[in-house]
Each structure stands twice: as C-alpha cells, then as structure tokens.
C-alpha cells in the first residue's frame, strides 16, 4: 500500500492494521513457543511495531506465565535462546500497530494478567469504542492501569466475570457482550484455549489443527506457515473453547443476524495477505475481481497495467486478464525499510517514497500505462508515484483505485483520518485526478464490494458513513491516539 501521506514532509505512510493474533494449544505436551513465533512472522503485515509470546504449562502450577515482548519486528525481538527458554504447551501471541494507546512496550502484547483464578493471557486485534466509559468503570472500583490500550480494560473485565462465571469461556463471553467495537480476541487461561470474534465480524479469526494441537489465527496464512491445516472460521459472534476434553466448543450467544454483520472490507482490499482466505473468500481472488471491475467500469486504451506493490498487484492482473492488456512490474520496492530506518529531512534529497519504491524505467519507457493501487488517503504519494512514472518516461499513467473513495473516518481499528484530511472529501473525481497529475482517474464501484466478496455482509462506513453502529459522539480516536503528536511519532518510525 503507497497511497497515503501526512500533509508535511510526507513519508510512505499507508493505512495500517492494528494487530495479528495467534495461539496455540498443544494436546500432547509439546512446546508451543516455537510455532507461535513461525505463525506471528507470517502475520508480521499486521504490526511491525512490537510483538510478543506468553506460553503456559497446562500440566504445571496454576498462574505460572512465562512471556516475552519487545518492539520491533517478530525476528529482531525474538532468538533462539528466548524461545528455547519459553516452556508451556499453550500460549498466544502477538503483533502490533498502534491506532490506540502509544506505541512502548508496556503496550506491547500478549497482557498477562494474575487475579484470583489463576492467570489469563490476551491478545487482541480491534478498537473499542467505548474503552473509555469501561475503564472509567473499571478505575472508580480500584483498578489500576499500566497500559493505555483497550485490550488491558478487556483482561480486567474478563478476570472481573471470571469471579461471578462457572467457566472462562462465560466470562470471556460475559466481557464480550460489555464491548463495543472490533476484536478478535485469544486468550490462554491455565488449562483452555478461548477465541472470541465481535457480533460484526469486523476482524478474521480462524481455526487450524497440526497433529494434536489446536492453533487460532488472525489470518490463513499463518496455519499454512506452520504446517497446520485449516479446519474453519470463528464466526462472527462466536466464542470457541479449546480443550483435550472437549476439542472445540463453540458458543453463539452473543451472534447476529447474518445480515447485520459487517467485516472490515478492508481486509480483503489489503490488509490480509493474498494467501489468506476469510470467511471462505479468497483475498486474491477478491482482489483479482476488484481489477476485473475496474477494467469494466474504468476501461482505457493502454499498453500496460501494473500495481503499486504489494497489494494492488493481485487487481493489476484482474485488469489485465479483463482488458487484455499485459500485465508487468513496473516497480521494485526495498522492503527492509525497518522501524529505526533514519527518515530524509524535509530538505533532504532523498525522497521518502523513492527509497521505498523505485521505477523500472525499461518496463515504462514510451507506454500508456494503467497503474493500479488500493486506495487514496491523502493523495500526495499518489501523486508522486504517478510523477516518477512520468520521469521514467511513461507517454500516459492512468490510475485506477480498487476501492471507493474515503470519505470518513473509521474507528474500528483503521487509521483513517477525519474527513477533513481525506483527499475525496468535498471533491470531484476530476479534482482529485488533477491533484496527482493521471491522464485519468478511476474508482472501484460501491455497488461492486459484494459481488467482489461473494455477497458476505461487510462493513462500508469509511465510503457512505453508514457505520454497522452508532459512531461515538465525540472523535475518540483523537482521544485515544493524539493524533499530532503519535501521527508524527509513527511517521518518524515508519517512513
Ligand atoms: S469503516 Fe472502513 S476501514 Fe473501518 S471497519 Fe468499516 S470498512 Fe473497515
């Protein structure tokens, strides 16, 4: 993704996702650390901020947790004289990138949390949108903080059911019904497995087997990674319990109707790898549609179609495969661009998008060229995108976008800025393509998102503002997230 920027000195800021989670159960005994580490590495698309593992012994004391976590990416924190040492045969792990709370490691995850029952370890991908009235609750009955993320107001509601529930799997689900928002959440408690998804759906969460053990996950990919098979979805609403007892128990008390769900389209427009498959839709597959449409739709005369790598390559080859125009790289993308990377000054030469991404001149030189990316944020690396195109000596660059144009805000978990920061906010489509300086312009069709997910129920608020429920009343992402302040930090970070 290449298409976002902050309005100053503007690094290759793109859209993030907030987290990946995984855990992992092994019937027989066996560590598990190991393949938890395997599972976070292909989730690393997910979160480069930080990343951690807490893994327990089902067979030992009650509340023994040994974890690990630290910032940066899953193989700068992790070696392998640390997992070598992580003994247990349950544990969950965790990559992040911080849309709420400050990017430190005290906010780095899995949170591991002692209370009367033993211990509980959490992982959580999502924003709520009512952490705060809950932590307010949670703070006038005593409980201190030590983090500034929803997930730790999670843990403390889970351990606080937990007093009053039979089972973990009721409290975890008797917290759940108190949240409001995204989450996919796996937790360890001393002898179970528990996942639990929101009523929406807004984030994946799936299920695998490899031998004995039992592995949740946000994505596909990482079952494929350790060798695991895939064995179903957790569904929307649903909470699943995992034991050598039982296998998987599944609760559906806190499930919707299958029309009101509302997964994040976004996933399959780009967060997800193209390996995944979520709620039994290939993301390639969706993406190779999205292009498909846009060739219908948006079609041009052209002698090549390429994408901004890595995400629009999937929907450049739909385009392609549709219009009969061939298909080629067009860009080469230095992908070890790290989190203590030393960002250009603003003066500086070196531009931020060309150390990311450079042209092959020889692919461009003298064609009409049809460039495909997966959304626009703020425009200006679009607009510098389509510039080097043209330096390279692209005759034409026609853009197409495989989505609908942002014209709001998300606050489920998805960085994106308030309207007015928005490139389409009270814009014509006309303005917008004379803004990044293509020959012309074209969006995916709002009405194309279903056919493009196989009719599942998903969740469009950031096209039309139509939120699957109501938005809070004030900006709380501004709350949770100073946007100034960390907007600029995680530009430093990231580039
Ligand atoms: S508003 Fe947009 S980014 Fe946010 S959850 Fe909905 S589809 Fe995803």
Redesign the pocket.
Known sequence: MTTTDSNKAMPFEGLHEECGVFGMYDFDGGDVASSIYYGLFALQHRGQESCGIAVSETSGPKGKVTSYKGMGLVNEVFDGETLEKMRGDIGVGHVRYSTAGESTRENAQPLVLNYVKGTLALAHNGNLINAKELKKDLEYTGAIFQTTIDSEVIAYHIARERLQSKTAEEAVRRACMKLKG?YALVVASPRKLIGARDPFG?KPLCIGKRDNAYILASETCALDTIGAEFVRDVLPGEVVTITPEKGVESDMEMALPKEKEAR???EYIYFARPDSHIDGVSVYGSRIKAGKFLAMDSPVEADLVTGVPESGNAAALGYSLQSGIPYGTAFVKNGYVGRTFIKPKQSSRESSVRIKLNVLKEAVAGKRVVMIDDSIVRGTTSDRIVRMLREAGATEVHVRISSPPFLWP?Y?G?D?PEREQLIAYKRSIEDIRKIIGADSLGYLGMERLDEMVEGLSI????FNGK?PMEPPKEDIRGEYFDKEIDMAKKLERNL
């Not at 969740?459 to 950031?462: A, D, P, Q, V, Y």
Request: net charge positive; aromatic share 28%.
């Open positions: 995204a807004f994040c389209i976004f998300c489920f998805t994106i969740c469009r608020g950031c939120y």
